[in-house]
């Protein structure tokens, strides 16, 4: 019976120990030493810029658009996002776990997404029309059915926004 335990004990740690390294291994090197003041991947629901209410797209007094997202392993939250056309929309993505790659189909725009860091990239659509987002980056059994969605709407079709107001498809 000690022996079964002790065995138990064995698989568990060395689970443990692969997970810790599999998670390791995508994170920037500064991260390991703490001296990252990037999102916490663990943490993302919790507090701190990706909580989910703040997720989606929110309007700059300016006009332009902010994007904050989430790429996990195998979604993209929110999974569809709306934005007007011909206004920039800057992207704000982090990954709640591995390296995630992503593109805007039918576009050149593309951007790379690793846990602990905050990928910031700012794109113009200047037509309507819905573009796929599927990740290019290997990152598990269910990377091939990873994809979301953008929806770019004409700009007299996009609501103007209260501030602190979110926006993606559903709502
Ligand atoms: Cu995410 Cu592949």
Do not use: W
Request: hydrophobic fraction near 45%; proline fraction near 8%.
């Amino acid at each position: 019976m000690k022996k079964i335990g002790f065995i138990a004990a064995l698989v568990l740690f060395a689970m443990a120990l692969l997970s810790t390294r599999y998670y390791m291994a995508d994170l920037p090197i500064y991260h390991i030493f703490g001296g990252d003041q990037g999102p916490d991947p663990p943490a993302l629901h919790l507090r701190g810029e990706f909580v989910e209410s703040n997720l989606g797209a929110a309007e700059e007094p300016s006009g332009a658009i902010t994007v904050r997202m989430i790429a996990q392993q195998y979604v993209f939250v929110p999974q569809c996002v709306i934005v007007p056309a011909g206004v920039p929309v800057t992207f704000r993505i982090t990954s709640a776990d591995v390296v995630h790659m992503l593109s805007f189909l039918g576009t050149d725009y593309g951007l790379k997404v690793v846990p602990g860091a905050v990928t910031e990239e700012t794109f113009t659509f200047a037509k309507p029309g819905t573009f796929k987002i599927p990740c290019h980056e290997f990152c598990g059994a269910g990377h091939y059915a990873m994809r979301g969605q953008l929806d770019v709407v004409p700009r007299d079709q996009f609501a103007p926004m209260l501030p602190g107001e979110r926006r993606n498809c559903e709502r």
